[in-house]
Structure formats: structure tokens, C-alpha cells
């Protein structure tokens, strides 16, 4: 089967709203062996709808929308598709009773007359319940078997019409006898840039066991995504390990994660494991490194907590970094990095204190120190300091300090 979708939304064509839709709707559908061909945006004018939704339709044997079906006057969906079915659309009172109770329910007294736009639906329509908000899903198939299921584009709302109505509908009409899937394994790798891995891989970056691997750079690093397809579920599982397992062999020290793994949380239950507390000392990332790991649950078994060292007096007088030393060598070297990391270390009583400091832009740079220059540092139960060249704005050098620094504690805590 094939399945198109289609997102409406000026703010989605705008950039003010991301479409997070879209890849939800990818990933579940692979899960039960549906693949998405293609995907596309339009605006909220009835004749972009019906221009984008007729092309899909040309293409593919389904199409999932999402958006525009909220009872304000952009909400322009289902009368566009309707037009397309040749449908005219009627007044559902079974919809619009369901509104009313729907209100009182929540005690919000008399409801708009604005919201009875949400019962009006095509002729020969569906209806696709929503457990979680007012606006009801359609679904509207033609005589040849063509179908358009329209979602709302409220992320939660549409989730949950997803996997209680459509993946139900559409796993019906593949038929039982379709057993194969789509399913993906992500390798996180970090510390090593795109070209340097594929190079490092060499013939297992281009194919593996017969699967092609994906190679995703981001600020956290490079994933590295098998997919396996038209294949039963135990089959793609078995041809996804070893091919990760191959993988493995080559770029091991490298790999901090799988999946949606976060490497903060990785480094968290390293020292968890070791008995290990933590104290970070920040200047050039603000806060960054710290907002990282207590954005993990449980963070306070391991962390203890940290200072920003912004100013240079907070390096000496809080770290106890020499000033001797600052005025000597510069605030972004190795040897300060080392004093904010035993003087965080010290002053909060931690097993291991961490500390960065570098220049992260646009000016303060120099011949010598260029923006993007950056030192990290631990010490305590492991001792060592790394210095770095970042690439990227302000906000991508600070990003990429953190989780370098966050590397540095996995890599040195692994090989002790």
C-alpha cells in the first residue's frame, strides 16, 4: 500500500510551527509494514488543500492529512477534500450533540457557535473519533478504493486517533496475509565527525549484510540508522542486529548510544554504577552542561551541582584559580580548565568535577585563540583535559562544548 500525507498549515510553510506530525505518522505506519512515499506541506486555502490532496491521490492508494479541521474560517480541509470526492458537505446532529455534551462536561457553559462548524462533514463520510479534543477525524473513500483520512493537527489529539482508529483501519485493509515491516536501528555516535566515520567504516559504510546505512550529522554528533524493509518482523531483527553487531566492531569507542538515547543520561548511569558524584564549572556554556544533566530524571543521585564561572573573578574566587595563572596563559587554556575543574571538585565535595571554558563568539577571538576554541577538564576520580576547535554560531559551539565535555567523562570513565 501505497500512503501519502499531506500537513496544512501556514505556520507549518511559515517555520513557526515544526511538523512533528509527519514523522510520527512515518514511523508508526512502518511498524505494521505501510511506508509513506511521500510527503508534502500546503497552506490553508481551499485550493492549495485540493491541489495537494488530488496529486497524492493520483500517486498513492491513500492519503493522510493533518490540519485545518478546528472551527475557525482557515480551517478549510474537509469542504476541499469534499470538492474533490464531488461530495457536498451536511450538518452531522449526532456531532454536533456530541459537542454539546462534550462542554457541558467540561463545564465550559454554553458552547460557541463557531465549534458547530466541526459537524459538518462530506456526504458518505466516516467519522474517526477524538478521545482528546472536538474536532472529529474523516474518513472518505471513492469508488475505486482511494481513501483520505483527515487528522487534526494537534499533535496529542492526532496521535491518539492514530494508533486507536487509523492503524487499526489500515493494518484491515493490508490484509493479513502482509506480514512484512519497516523497522529502523539508530547507532549514536559522537566525537567524530560524518566523513572521518565513513572512512574509518570503509565497505560497511556503504552497505551491510545488503542494508544501506544512513549517516544523520547533528551538534550531539552522527547517527548512523539501518533500515530493513519487506521483511517479517523476526527476519529484519535478526538482519538488523548483525549488521549492528558488524558495526560495533569497527566504531565501538565511538558509539555512546542507540535509538533516542541522550548521552547525558549515559554518562548519569555510568557514575551511578561507579558511585561517582558530579560538579561541573562552566564559563563559556552558561549553564548548559549543568541544564543538560539535570534534564535527566534522577539526576540528583549522581549530580551535586555547579558554578558558572563567567567573570575571571569567579574563577579565582570561587575555584580558587590562580590569577597569576589567568593573566599568563589566558582564561581559555589547558591549565585553567584543570584549576575550575579540581577547584568545583574541591569546593563541593564531588568524586569528579568537570569544568569548560573557551570562546564561543561571534568577537573575542584571535590569531592564536580562534572562536570556537574551547578546553575541557576533569578531575578527581579520572584526571584529563582535552582541547577542541568547535565549529558553528555562538549557540552550536556552546551546544557542542557540553556534549563533548559530557563525551569526555563516558570515554574516560570507560577505559577507567
Not at 500500500?1 to 510553510?13: A, C, N, P, R
Not at 561517582?276 to 552558561?286: H, K, L, N
Not at 544533566?293 to 573573578?313: E, K
Not at 575543574?341 to 561571534?362: E, K
Request: hydrophobic fraction near 45%; proline fraction near 4%.
Amino acid at each position: 500500500m501505497k500512503i501519502e500525507v499531506v500537513t496544512i498549515g501556514d505556520e507549518l510553510l511559515l517555520g513557526f510551527t515544526i511538523d512533528t506530525n509527519a514523522a510520527h505518522l512515518a514511523r508508526e505506519l512502518a511498524a505494521i509494514g505501510v511506508e509513506i512515499v511521500r510527503r508534502s506541506t500546503v497552506g490553508d486555502t481551499a485550493d492549495e488543500i485540493a491541489s495537494g490532496v488530488r496529486e497524492a491521490l493520483e500517486r498513492s492508494d491513500g492519503v493522510i492529512t493533518t490540519g485545518g479541521l478546528g472551527p475557525t474560517a482557515d480551517d478549510m480541509t474537509k469542504p476541499a477534500i469534499a470538492r474533490i470526492f464531488g461530495r457536498e458537505m451536511r450538518f452531522d446532529e449526532g456531532i454536533a450533540q456530541w459537542l454539546r455534551d462534550r462542554w457541558a462536561q467540561l463545564g465550559r457553559g454554553k458552547i460557541p457557535e463557531s465549534n458547530f462548524a466541526q459537524a459538518m462533514i462530506p456526504d458518505g463520510a466516516e467519522i474517526i473519533p477524538n478521545a482528546h479534543g472536538s474536532a472529529p477525524g474523516i474518513w472518505l473513500e471513492d469508488s475505486r478504493g482511494k481513501w483520505v483520512a483527515m487528522l487534526p493537527g494537534v499533535p496529542r489529539e492526532m496521535r491518539s486517533m492514530l494508533a486507536d482508529e487509523l492503524i487499526p483501519r489500515i493494518s484491515r485493509r493490508t490484509g493479513e496475509t502482509s506480514k512484512n515491516v519497516v523497522m529502523s536501528w539508530t547507532l549514536r555516535t559522537t566525537g567524530i565527525g560524518e566523513s572521518a566515520l565513513y572512512d574509518l567504516l570503509g565497505e560497511l559504510g556503504r552497505t551491510v549484510d545488503g542494508l544501506h546505512p544512513a549517516f544523520l550529522p547533528s551538534i550531539e554528533g552522527v547517527d548512523i540508522r539501518l533500515t530493513s524493509r519487506d521483511a517479517p518482523q523476526a527476519e529484519a531483527i535478526q538482519r538488523l542486529e548483525h549488521a549492528v553487531e558488524q558495526l560495533r566492531s569497527v566504531i565501538g569507542a565511538h558509539i555512546y548510544g542507540e535509538g533516542g538515547s541522550d548521552l547525558a543520561a549515559v554518562v548519569l548511569d555510568m557514575c551511578k554504577a561507579d558511585g561517582i558524584r558530579i560538579a561541573v564549572a562552566e564559563s563559556c556554556t552558561g549553564g548548559l552542561l549543568g541544564a543538560r544533566i539535570t534534564s535527566v530524571p534522577g539526576s540528583s543521585a549522581v549530580f551535586l551541582g555547579g558554578v558558572l564561572a563567567y567573570d575571571n573573578s569567579v574563577k579565582t574566587e570561587l575555584l580558587g584559580v590562580d590569577a597569576a595563572m589567568i593573566e599568563e596563559t589566558g582564561a581559555v587554556s589547558e591549565v585553567v580548565a584543570a584549576a575550575m575543574a579540581r577547584g568545583v571538585r574541591t569546593r563541593l565535595s564531588a568524586d569528579l568535577g568537570i569544568a569548560i571554558t573557551g570562546i564561543a563568539g561571534p568577537g573575542g577571538g584571535t590569531s592564536e585563540k580562534p572562536v570556537g576554541t574551547v578546553w575541557i577538564a576533569l578531575d578527581g576520580r579520572v584526571t584529563k583535559a582535552r582541547g577542541l576547535r568547535l565549529i558553528g554560531d555562538r549557540t552550536e559551539v556552546r551546544q557542542r562544548a557540553a556534549q563533548s565535555a559530557l563525551d569526555l567523562v563516558r570515554r574516560a570513565l570507560q577505559t577507567g
